[in-house]
C-alpha cells in the first residue's frame, strides 16, 4: 500500500495539537524556533513517555524478577506489562516472542550470533540489499568472517526502489538469512516485505525485517508479515533510547542459544551445569531498562490513540508537499524517488558539501541529518559522499518545509550557488 493511499492528510489543528504533546517543540534555537527534521535519527519525546518515566521512578523503581517485595512486583509487573503492550502493538502471536534489546543495531547482532553463526558454514549465503543501514551489514560481515559465509548484496534500481526479481533469483540453495530493511533510512523506500518473505518462505530462508524506520510510520503486524524476526528501536517511535525490540517466531527463539551469560537468564546454575530460562528471558542477561520499557509502552500507546494510518497519511502529505516544494530549488539532487517512499526526503545541494548545507540550516533553526546516514554503500550506490536528510514525524507541519526551503536560499546566497 503506498502512503498516498493510505489515507487523506490531517487538518492544521490536529497536528497543532499533536505538538503541543512535545514540550521540546517550544525550544528557541539561534533565536528562532526549532525546526526538527532529524526524525530519522531519533523522534522527540511526547508528555506521556516522559511522565510514564518519571512515575516509575517516582513509585515503582525496583529490580525485576528478584525481589519478593512489593515495589519489586510493580517492577516486574510493570516491565511485563509493557511486553505485552509491544505484542499488542506487532501483533505476535505470543508475548514470549518479544524479546527487549537495547536497539535495532543490538536486535540484529543478536540474530546473526545466535540464529546464524551456529548454522553457517562455509560457502554459505547471507543476502542483504544494496540500501542497508551499517547495522543490517556489519553483523552479518561479522558472521561472515566468523564461519566463511558470503555476503550477497541485492541491488537496488536509481529511483532506490530493490529489484525484488533479482532477490527472488539470489535465494538459493545455501541461503541462510535474508535480511531486509522495511524502510531504508537514507533513501525512503518502503520494501514490500510480505512479498519478499513469501519468496523467502518458498525455498525456505528465514528473514530478519530491519524495522527502525518503519515502526513510527507505517503499520506493522509481524504475523501478516510472516517474518521471523523483526527489529526495531524505542527512540525512533517517541519512545526513550537504550530501548528495543526484537520479535522473534516462538519456535526460532525456542531454537536459539542464549547470546549472553548473567542473571535472569538462567533456571538454575551449578559449576558443574547451568540450566537456561524460558524465552524470551534466555535472551536478557542481567539487569534490564524497566524505565525505558514503561516509557516504550507509553509511546506505543500514544502513537495507537492518535493511530499510525493518520500518522502516515499526514507525513505522506508532508513528503508530496516538500518533494514538490524542493525540486523547483535548480541546485536541488532527490536521493531516492521510488514509488513507494516514507516521509524521508535525501538530497544533495550542487557542489556544495552536505555538511555545509546542514549547517547552514541549522543556523536558520532548522534540524536536519548531514552525512552518509550509517548507510555508504548507499551513497557509493549514487556516487557522493553524503546527502542532507529531512525525514518527518507526526508533529511536523508544511510550516516546517517551507522553512526549510527558505534556510535552502540561504545556502544559495552563501555559497553563490
Ligand atoms: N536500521 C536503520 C534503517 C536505521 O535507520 C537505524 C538508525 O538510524 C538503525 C538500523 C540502527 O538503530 P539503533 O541505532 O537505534 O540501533
Same mark, same amino acid.
Given at each position: ?48 513517555? =516522559? ?29 511485563? *506489562? ?17 524479546? $527487549? ?5 543490538? *536486535? ?93 518462505? *518458498? ?11 518503519? =515502526? ?30 526484537? $520479535? ?42 524497566? *524505565? ?89 550506490? $549514487? ?11 507526526? $508533529? ?22
Amino acid at each position: 500500500m503506498k502512503p498516498m493511499e493510505r489515507m487523506q492528510g490531517v487538518d492544521e489543528e490536529t497536528v497543532a495539537q499533536w505538538r503541543r504533546d512535545f514540550p521540546i517543540l517550544e525550544e528557541r534555537v539561534y533565536d528562532a524556533p526549532l525546526v526538527y527534521l532529524d526524525n530519522g535519527a531519533t523522534t522527540q519525546k511526547p508528555r506521556a513517555v =516522559i511522565e510514564a518515566e518519571r512515575a516509575y521512578y517516582e513509585h515503582d523503581n525496583a529490580n525485576v524478577h528478584r525481589g519478593v517485595h512489593l515495589l519489586s512486583q510493580r517492577a516486574t509487573d510493570a516491565y511485563e *506489562a509493557a511486553r505485552a503492550r509491544i505484542a499488542c502493538f506487532l501483533n505476535a502471536a505470543r508475548q514470549e516472542e518479544i524479546v $527487549y534489546v537495547r536497539g535495532t543495531t543490538e *536486535a540484529i547482532n543478536l540474530v546473526a550470533q545466535s540464529f546464524v553463526r551456529p548454522l553457517a558454514k562455509p560457502g554459505d549465503e547471507i543476502l542483504v540489499t544494496a540500501m542497508e543501514h551499517h547495522s543490517n551489514i556489519v553483523p552479518w560481515q561479522m558472521v561472515c568472517e566468523q564461519t566463511g559465509a558470503v555476503l550477497k548484496v541485492v541491488p537496488i534500481d536509481e529511483s532506490g526502489a530493490l529489484d525484488v526479481e533479482a532477490f527472488e533469483r539470489m535465494l538459493g540453495e545455501r541461503t541462510r538469512m535474508a535480511a531486509i530493511t522495511h524502510v531504508s533510512n537514507a533513501l525512503g523506500t518502503i520494501n514490500p516485505i510480505r512479498r519478499l518473505v513469501a519468496a523467502a518462505h *518458498a525455498r525456505g530462508v528465514p528473514v530478519v525485517v530491519d524495522g527502525a524506520q518503519a =515502526i513510527a510510520h507505517v503499520p506493522v503486524d509481524v504475523q501478516a508479515l510472516d517474518c521471523d524476526f523483526y527489529a526495531f528501536s524505542g527512540h525512533k517511535i517517541y519512545g526513550p533510547t537504550g530501548i528495543g525490540v526484537l $520479535y522473534a517466531k516462538a519456535e526460532r527463539l525456542e531454537a536459539m542459544p542464549p547470546w549472553q551469560g548473567g542473571g535472569d537468564m538462567i533456571r538454575t546454575v551449578t559449576f558443574e551445569k547451568t540450566q537456561y530460562n524460558a524465552i524470551p528471558w534466555k535472551f536478557e542477561a542481567g539487569t534490564p531498562n524497566i *524505565a525505558g520499557a514503561v516509557g516504550l509502552a507509553a509511546a506505543l500507546d500514544y502513537v495507537s490513540g492518535i493511530g499510525i494510518e493518520a500518522i502516515g497519511a499526514h507525513e505522506a502529505d508532508l513528503l508530496a508537499y516538500a518533494t514538490q516544494a524542493i525540486q523547483h530549488i535548480p541546485q536541488v539532487r532527490l536521493i531516492g524517488t521510488a514509488p513507494d517512499k516514507a516521509g524521508i526526503l535525501s538530497f544533495v545541494f550542487g557542489d556544495v558539501h552536505a555538511h555545509d548545507v546542514g549547517t547552514i540550516v541549522d543556523r536558520c533553526g532548522v534540524a536536519v541529518r548531514a552525512g552518509h546516514h550509517c548507510a555508504m554503500p548507499v551513497m557509493q550506490r $549514487y556516487g557522493v559522499p553524503a546527502t542532507v536528510r529531512a525525514s518527518f514525524a507526526l $508533529y511536523n507541519t508544511r510550516g516546517d518545509v517551507d522553512a526549510l526551503v527558505q534556510a535552502l536560499t540561504r545556502v544559495r546566497e552563501v555559497f553563490g550557488a
